[in-house]
């Protein structure tokens, strides 16, 4: 019978197995929450949190409280009857995320009863020998025994130290501790009229089995044996004189240790299943030290200690303000937060990626299409030098950044050769012969061209300046065969020379893209003598040498 109830309790247990690991949670609280932390720990809370020291300070966790109630059994010289009943209650904390103290008091009541007669055992035995007569009347030790115990127990947590899963909703533990015990034994060796049971004992011994040793039911014997005695529990049972007494009970040391498993019901209550064996320096929780030896007459001092085993189902409550403390620690995974940032770092401090980009264009190696990228060159999305009218010549090269399609292609410069329309071939000969009175195609009249002022320090045409720009622009179609000077001042130094620049660009980029001049007929010039800086005067350069284009004198002043 005891077997099937264990068998009951294991079933239970394997129930709450199953559904603790089909329920997990995640973590429980912000690793970088300062009101979590101790004072005395917060100097590392706050060098965790500069990243100047690598692990998290362990916060504040609630205490644990329980009861509990089971079935208790002493395991000695007399067998035990069924499992009878006991309570305990507990205060538990968490010293860190596997390992915890707990303070426990138990109270437990447990009985036995004999189905095999003794007839020399109780020889020695102080209390027995006082009511039957030894060798002659059979006993059947029985006793109820009355035990207290106080311990303090570390408990190991086994299983919340996860790797492949936050964290269960089950908590398997080990533990083991030492404590005091007292104990009061009592013997039901008389019935209600105050004579032994020896005539009851006699009657058993005849009907169950002459000779005492080769009962085949017993059951059938502890049944009749208590139902032909009363439930008094009588008689003191015999004590150890020697043994330190609180009291008028006896006090004994105990060490203890067992195993259970809780289950967590939400973040302040969970149940626990629990199995506690404590093993006590007494031969006498039992009330019998002395016992027989096979079928002989010898009886022999027992050597070992009695011990008592507590089987129990609580109920805990963790208590603590949430807002202050996380939950009991055997609860929380310690790898779920090493974890969590390695998947979503909240808290390291990452370095800035380095991509390589090899030819300097803005675009990394592994995106660009065109490694090799001279420098300077303008790119697309994709590396690629910019060529706006699409002839094959990058802008950066391109003296002619817009050639029409009808006069593709075109030369290394970018720039393409239009083909003269048949109507243009007498206007052409005209001018070269100088028919329209300027003089021929080979001689410049343009005249004078208006300067165009900049404001302040801007290398922006402003409306007045592009409508000089039109004006010159139109001269500049009326005369074909003339180029033009476009003279920038200021050589003071490089941030004058740099403006100057940018100014002189400015203008002929204008004429150039949106009014359609060849570029060709433009003489760059900056940093010149002699002007004003802000003033940028255009010119007959007809006859004159020099370049239509001019890389930027101090790039990295250029203003934009």
Not at 57 to 80: F, W
Not at 109 to 138: C, H, M
Not at 144 to 151: A, L, M
Not at 384 to 399: E, L, Y
Request: proline share 6%; charged share 20%; hydrophobic share 35%.
């Amino acid at each position: 019978m005891i077997w099937k109830k264990y068998a009951v309790l294991a079933g239970f247990l394997l129930a709450l197995l199953s559904v603790g690991y089909a329920q997990e949670s995640a973590s429980s609280y912000d690793i970088r929450d300062s009101s979590l932390i101790p004072a005395k720990r917060i100097p590392q809370h706050n060098e965790f949190l500069n990243n100047a020291y690598p692990f998290p300070a362990l916060p504040r966790n609630m205490y644990e409280i329980g009861v509990k109630g089971g079935l208790s059994t002493v395991s000695g010289d007399v067998r035990a009857w069924l499992p009878t009943w006991g309570f305990g209650v507990h205060v538990r904390k968490a010293l860190g995320y596997t390992f915890s103290l707990r303070l426990e008091y138990d109270y437990m009541v447990a009985k036995g009863l004999n189905w095999e007669p003794s007839y020399y055992g109780y020889a020695a035995n102080t209390v027995l020998k006082q009511i039957y007569t030894a060798g002659t009347q059979p006993v059947f030790y029985n006793y109820r025994t009355t035990i207290q115990e106080v311990s303090i127990q570390g408990v190991a947590t086994l299983n919340n130290i996860r790797f492949h899963k936050a964290k269960s909703n089950i908590a398997i533990y080990l533990l083991g501790g030492f404590g005091f015990m007292t104990y009061s034994t009592l013997y039901n060796a008389l019935d209600a009229n105050g004579q032994s049971y020896a005539a009851l004992y006699q009657q058993a011994v005849a009907q169950f089995g002459p000779g005492g040793f080769a009962y085949s039911d017993r059951k059938q014997i502890r049944d009749f044996l208590k139902s032909h005695m009363d439930n008094t529990f009588e008689t003191l049972a015999q004590r150890d004189g020697s043994q330190p007494t609180l009291g008028s009970t006896p006090i004994r040391p105990i060490l203890t240790g067992g195993g259970g498993i809780a289950y967590k019901i939400n973040e302040r209550f969970n149940i626990a299943l629990e199995d506690k064996v404590t093993v006590s320096k007494t031969d006498l929780l039992d009330g019998q030290e002395w016992q027989e030896t096979g079928s002989t007459t010898v009886h022999a001092l027992t050597p070992k200690d009695d011990f008592y085993n507590f089987l129990s189902l609580g109920l805990n409550y963790n208590i603590g303000n949430k807002a202050k403390r996380v939950e009991p620690l055997w609860w929380i995974n310690p790898l779920d937060y090493a974890y969590s940032e390695l998947n979503a770092p909240k808290h390291m401090k990452l370095p800035k990626p380095i991509l390589d980009d090899a030819d300097g264009d803005g675009v990394t190696d592994q995106f660009d299409h065109e490694p090799n990228t001279p420098a300077g060159c303008p790119v697309d999305t994709h590396g690629v030098s910019r060529d706006t009218d699409g002839d094959g010549v990058p802008d950066c090269k391109d003296k002619e950044l817009i050639t029409p399609t009808q006069c593709q292609p075109v030369d290394a410069d970018g720039v393409g050769k239009c083909p003269d329309p048949a109507c243009c071939k007498e206007i052409n000969a005209k001018l070269d012969s100088g028919a329209f009175g300027q003089g021929g195609r080979g001689r410049c009249s343009i005249g004078d061209l208006p300067s165009i002022v900049f404001k302040g320090r801007s290398i922006t045409l402003s409306k007045d300046g592009k409508a000089l720009a039109s004006t010159i622009a139109e001269k500049m179609r009326n005369n074909p065969a003339c180029k033009v000077a476009v003279i920038g001042y200021g050589e003071s130094s490089k941030s004058a020379q740099q403006l100057s620049w940018d100014r002189v660009n400015e203008v002929i980029k204008y004429l150039v893209e949106k009014e359609g001049i060849n570029s060709d007929r433009f003489i760059f010039r900056y940093g010149q003598t002699g002007g004003d800086e802000n003033t940028i005067d255009i010119k007959d350069g007809t006859g004159e040498e020099g370049p239509n284009a001019v890389p930027a004198p101090h790039p990295n002043l250029r203003r934009r």
